[in-house]
C-alpha cells in the first residue's frame, strides 16, 4: 500500500470537506466552523496544497461551452512509438482524461466533442492519422453520474472513525 504523503486528522478533515464543499470558503469561516484559529486554519491549507493532498482549481463544465458529446476511448499503442503517441495525445483540447490501460500497450482516453460529427472525425482521422496507432474501442457517455470533483476519500483515511 503506498505511504500517506502527510498525516492527516480531523481538523484536516473538517478544513478539506469545507473546501471541497466551496472552494471560495475563507479561512476565517472555516476556522469559525471548526473552533480552530484562522492562523491554523491558513497555514494548513497551505501545508496541505504543499504536500500535494489537493489544489486548488476551477472545474469547467464541457456542456457549458457547448461539448454534449462524451466517449471514453480505447487505444493500443506501438511501444516503439509511445513517447511521440503520448506527447501528441498530451496537445489534443479534445482529451480530459488520459491513463495507461491494464495492458502493457493500452491507453485510455475520455473526450469531449460539440456533437457525434466531431467525435466521428475525431475517430477516423485525428487518432487514425498518429502512427502506432490503433484505436481498439470506444463507448458513447450519455450522462456522467459522478465525477472525479465529486469524489472525497473516507473518514478513515484522516485515522477518523466512520
Known amino acids: 500500500m503506498p505511504r500517506r504523503k502527510s498525516q492527516l486528522d480531523n481538523l484536516d478533515y473538517q478544513i478539506i470537506r469545507e473546501l471541497h464543499t466551496d472552494a471560495r470558503v475563507s479561512a476565517s469561516t472555516i476556522a469559525r466552523k471548526t473552533g480552530s484559529n484562522e492562523r491554523t486554519v491558513r ?23 457547448g461539448y454534449i458529446t462524451a466517449a471514453d476511448i480505447f487505444l ?9 503517441i503520448l506527447d501528441q495525445l498530451m496537445q489534443m483540447p479534445e482529451i480530459t482524461y488520459i491513463a495507461f490501460g491494464q495492458g502493457s500497450t493500452e491507453i485510455s482516453l475520455e473526450a469531449r466533442f ?23 474501442g470506444y463507448a458513447l457517455v450519455p450522462r456522467i453520474l459522478r465525477n472525479i470533483d465529486e469524489w472525497f476519500p473516507q473518514k478513515a483515511d484522516f485515522g477518523l472513525t466512520e
Open 43 to 65: 497555514k494548513r491549507i497551505d501545508r496541505l496544497i504543499k504536500s500535494g493532498v489537493f489544489r486548488l482549481t476551477a472545474i469547467l463544465d464541457p456542456e457549458a461551452f
Open 76 to 84: 493500443e499503442a506501438d511501444p516503439a512509438h509511445e513517447a511521440q
Open 114 to 136: 460539440k456533437n457525434n460529427d466531431g467525435l466521428r472525425e475525431y475517430l477516423r482521422h485525428r487518432l487514425a492519422e498518429l502512427p502506432g496507432v490503433k484505436v481498439t
